[in-house]
């Protein structure tokens, strides 16, 4: 009895290879797109991700430099339209020579000390990051990401795709225009900047 009820005949054997067949095909017919759907959803979701980053360390940029200035209001009484954009990291600077360490024009990047906190300028250049910048190469603009505190810095961790100008310049007077770009390096040079008037 066990025979009969597995016993394929000779005549019916080829149907059912052809069935299985058609069948595999019919499923990898319809689930080809839904793996399509899949992995584009997943490049869209990193693209987003990226693009996130990048506008918060463009906006982390432009505040620190606000943060700057108004700590210069509260550190120099007196003197504000004097020492306003005073480079306030340096522990020497006093009300009597606030004005001796400017924030000059320039092409700026923001050192943080991992351990206090603290930001600070560095001066890198006295242009904008030109339109025919490599990333390819190693470049002080290119942020790390420290996987301790998951901070992005440019002294400590690995090394990311995103760049970050801060662009310093004078309209006149005591007017200073501050400009934060982020670079992300991808198949294609993206750039998300923002602007500030102090």
Not at 43 to 58: K, M, P
Not at 111 to 131: C, E, G, M, Q, V
Not at 144 to 171: M, P
Request: aromatic share 10%; glycine share 6%; with cysteine.
């Amino acid at each position: 009895m066990k025979n009969k009820i597995f016993k394929i005949s000779k005549k019916n054997s080829g149907e059912t290879l052809i069935e299985i067949i058609i069948a595999v095909g019919v499923i990898i017919t319809v689930l080809a797109p839904a793996a399509g759907l899949q992995v584009q959803s997943i490049r869209n979701l990193a693209f987003s991700r990226d693009h996130l980053i990048a506008e918060t360390l463009v906006n982390e940029g432009i505040e620190i430099i606000r943060n700057m200035r108004d700590t210069n209001f509260l550190k120099f009484p007196g003197k504000e339209k004097d020492c306003w954009n005073t480079k306030s990291d340096d522990p020497d600077i006093t009300l009597d020579n606030c004005n001796k360490n400017k924030i000059e024009s320039g092409s700026y990047i923001l050192k943080r000390d991992i351990d206090t906190l603290k930001w600070s300028i560095k001066n890198i250049s006295a242009n904008f990051i030109p339109d025919d910048f490599n990333f390819e190469e190693k470049s002080e603009y290119q942020l790390k990401l420290d996987n301790n505190t998951q901070l992005y810095n440019h002294d400590s961790g690995g090394l990311t795709n995103f760049f970050r100008e801060i662009y310093v310049e004078y309209d006149g007077g005591n007017k200073m225009n501050v400009f934060s770009a982020c670079f992300l390096k991808t198949a294609r040079k993206q750039k998300l900047l923002s602007a500030l008037i102090i």
